[in-house]
Structure formats: C-alpha cells, structure tokens
C-alpha cells in the first residue's frame, strides 16, 4: 500500500465515521421529537378528557380522580417507553463508540504504516 492508498483508506474510514455519527444524531434528535409530541399530545388529551368527564359527570369528585388515575397511568406507560427508548438509544451510543475505536484503530495502523514507509 502505498501513500495515496493510505490516505484515502485513512479518508474512506472518516466518512463512514461521519455518516455513522449523523445516523446516530438523526435517530436520537427523532426520538426526543417523538417523544416531546406524544407527551403534548398525552397532555392535550388529558385535558380534553377530564373537562368532558367533569362537565358530564358534574364536576364530581369520583370522576376527577377516575381521570386523574387513568392520566397517570398513561404517564407511567410513556415514562417506561422514554425507559425502553433511552436503553436503546445508550446500546446505540455504546455501538457508536465501539465503532469508533475499531476505526481510530485502523487509523492508528494506517499511520503507523505511512510513519514506516516515510521513516
């Protein structure tokens, strides 16, 4: 291999760094937006809901708390699926890193090969 073979195996190897690095900063900028609308949403809805159960059931005490129990339900539900998205985005992560030391690697060895041809 010789110079300009290293230099573009050493360049081929930072834009598959940089693509994955965009992947990675895409999927998770698209779970915060998902995550942020579904909880406006959940907040929208719970509002809607406990105006109609209070204006049909007379603003009765019973069905505030009916309401309120069922909203926080859905909370703990989306409070375990932002548990199980950030397990995922972190194994995401933890795969990003890894790939990253196996390309500094290979950029390391390609290095120390250029350092020996020019020696």
Same mark, same amino acid.
């Given at each position: %291999? &010789?110079? /300009?073979?290293?230099? /573009?195996?050493?360049?081929? !190897?930072?834009?598959?760094?940089?693509?994955?690095?965009?992947?990675?900063?895409?999927?998770?900028?698209?779970?915060?937006?998902?995550? &942020? =609308?579904?909880? /406006? +949403? %959940?907040?929208?809805?719970? +509002?809607?809901? *406990?105006?109609?159960?209070?204006?049909? *059931? =007379?603003?009765?005490?019973?069905?505030?708390? =009916?309401?309120?129990?069922?909203?926080?339900? @859905?909370?703990?539900?989306?409070?375990?699926?932002?548990? +199980?998205?950030?397990?995922? $985005?972190?194994?995401?992560?933890?795969?990003?890193?890894?790939? !990253? !030391?196996?390309i500094l690697?290979?950029?390391?060895s390609l290095? @120390?090969? $250029?350092?020996?041809?020019? =020696?």
């Open positions: %291999m &010789d110079h /300009a073979d290293l230099l /573009a195996e050493n360049n081929r !190897l930072m834009q598959q760094l940089l693509d994955f690095h965009a992947e990675q900063k895409s999927e998770a900028e698209k779970a915060k937006s998902d995550f &942020d =609308g579904r909880m /406006a +949403e %959940m907040k929208s809805r719970r +509002e809607s809901e *406990m105006n109609a159960k209070l204006a049909e *059931m =007379g603003a009765s005490k019973e069905a505030a708390q =009916g309401s309120e129990e069922d909203w926080e339900k @859905r909370m703990k539900d989306a409070q375990q699926q932002t548990r +199980e998205r950030t397990e995922a $985005i972190l194994a995401k992560d933890r795969q990003y890193k890894d790939e !990253l !030391l196996r690697d290979e950029q390391t290095l @120390r090969q $250029i350092s020996e041809k020019l =020696g």
